[in-house]
């Protein structure tokens, strides 16, 4: 049966293709203790529903952001080696992460396959160690289920419908919380909800836009 999004449930979304996603995880035992629920959503489907582009089409961007996670990597103390091309295809490990159950363990096993070995998932024979790695027999097959497809696309569609925008982005208290550098913002709403609630916190949430939007013909 595929299952939606309950948006009144702690949520975290992640995509594979994310070096930051796996920081992030590899922080876990700093995360605030709510039962977040591990989604994985793909990131090209939110930046295509959005209209952002893709870092990587910036070359500048693409240089920076890999050396960005290489420099929170080594102050965080995590191990990190950069997959042999990025970015690559997600969609096989997502769908094997479902298919799998898509608990942290598992997701936590995939993410350090590709973000501390630095392995290709979408490979033949990447995929192929990778199931070996999780323990999932038979992958190529599973990830063809149209079910499990199905589930991918549904998370997804149910992340844009929540206001999902990039990854990996918490959801807690009905609030989007993105980015690996936000997770002393989450610690901080964890013990004190009632900031969200402040006069200057509501102010700057309702801003106006002070660009003219282009008329259409």
């Avoid at 323990?135 to 499990?148: P, T, Y």
Wanted: hydrophobic share 40%.
């Amino acid at each position: 049966m595929i299952r939606g999004i309950d948006a009144n449930q702690p949520a975290w979304f992640y995509d594979f293709v994310s070096p930051f996603s796996y920081l992030l995880l590899e922080q876990y035992d700093k995360w605030p203790g709510f039962d977040f629920v591990p989604t994985p959503v793909l990131l090209s489907d939110l930046y295509r529903h959005w209209g952002t582009p893709y870092g990587g089409a910036v070359p500048a961007k693409r240089i920076f952001t890999y050396r960005h996670a290489l420099f929170r990597a080594e102050q965080l103390g995590i191990p990190l080696k950069m997959p042999p091309a990025h970015p690559f295809d997600s969609v096989k490990p997502m769908l094997l992460a479902i298919a799998a159950g898509g608990e942290f363990a598992c997701v936590r096993e995939i993410f350090r396959f590709i973000w501390r070995e630095g392995r290709d998932p979408s490979s033949d024979e990447g995929f192929e160690q990778l199931c070996e790695r999780v323990g999932i027999a038979h992958g190529e097959a599973l990830i063809e289920e149209e079910a499990v497809r199905a589930q991918l696309r549904r998370y997804t569609n149910d992340a844009i419908s929540m206001g999902v925008f990039g990854v990996p982005t918490f959801w807690m208290n009905k609030q989007l919380f993105w980015g690996e550098d936000a997770l002393p913002m989450v610690l901080y709403v964890a013990r004190s909800p009632n900031w969200l609630d402040s006069r200057e916190v509501k102010r700057i949430s309702t801003l106006p836009s002070g660009l003219v939007k282009p008329e259409t013909a």
